[in-house]
T-cell receptor, first 113, second 115 residues
């Protein structure tokens, strides 16, 4: 059974650009959550998608957005990149919203220069 | 609001010794879940163990056990017989109604196992 797949693994972008990250959850899992991990702020929740609908959103500016497709794959987009957006972006997959265990991908390491 | 505190930024432990990683939490919810994750240098978060607030017994998963002291709001991770492969960051996390069931994370503990 394949795990959570995040692409790309590494990304370098310039300030002001936009970026799209992808997450393919475990087959059959319908809940996808995104987290940002930085040395300064630690791990912070970005948003959760379930059945193609955003269910929860963390305290991030509107430059951060996402969506989920009918096959449960999710993308997150960051527009007008800032240096502070440099982080490891982690995606977590759960079978259902009530499920206790979340399985994570290896993350996408974004560097903004 | 929910909060997780891990007071040990880093720990060195001799191989084969047991190690306890501290985690305290704060929540006003009666129902919540506590998690421990391991993050090796590759970046992936690996689920280790889960404890529900109403669980009567401490959770165990192989060499991992969770020392749950509800009155003290403590959820320490115990790793028995540590191995070199246990070297990683360890994160304590919580989820409950107060966080809309999203994970709230501690700052993590960097564990280094010495041969």
């Amino acid at each position: 059974k394949a795990g959570v797949t995040q692409t790309p693994r590494y990304l370098i972008k310039t300030r002001g650009q936009q970026v799209t990250l992808s997450c393919s959850p475990i087959s059959g899992h319908r809940s996808v959550s995104w987290y940002q991990q930085t040395p300064g702020q630690g791990l912070q929740f970005l948003f959760e998608y379930f059945s193609e609908t955003q269910r929860n959103k963390g305290n991030f500016p509107g430059r951060f957005s996402g969506r989920q497709f009918s096959n449960s794959r999710s993308e997150m987009n960051v527009s007008t990149l800032e240096l502070g957006d440099s982080a490891l972006y982690l995606c977590a997959s759960r079978l259902d919203r009530a499920d206790t265990e979340a399985f994570f991908g290896q993350g996408t390491r974004l560097t903004v220069v | 609001a929910q909060k997780i505190t891990q007071t040990q930024p880093g720990m060195f432990v001799q191989e084969k010794e047991a190690v306890t990683l501290d985690c305290t939490y704060d929540t006003s919810d009666p129902s919540y879940g506590l998690f421990w994750y391991k993050q090796p240098s590759s970046g992936e978060m690996i689920f280790l163990i889960y404890q529900g607030s109403y669980d009567q017994q401490n959770a165990t998963e192989g060499r991992y056990s969770l020392n749950f002291q509800k009155a003290r709001k403590s959820a320490n991770l115990v790793i028995s017989a540590s191995q070199l492969g246990d070297s990683a960051m360890y994160f304590c996390a919580m989820r409950g109604p107060d966080s809309n069931y999203q994970l709230i994370w501690g700052a993590g503990t960097k564990l280094i196992i010495k041969p």
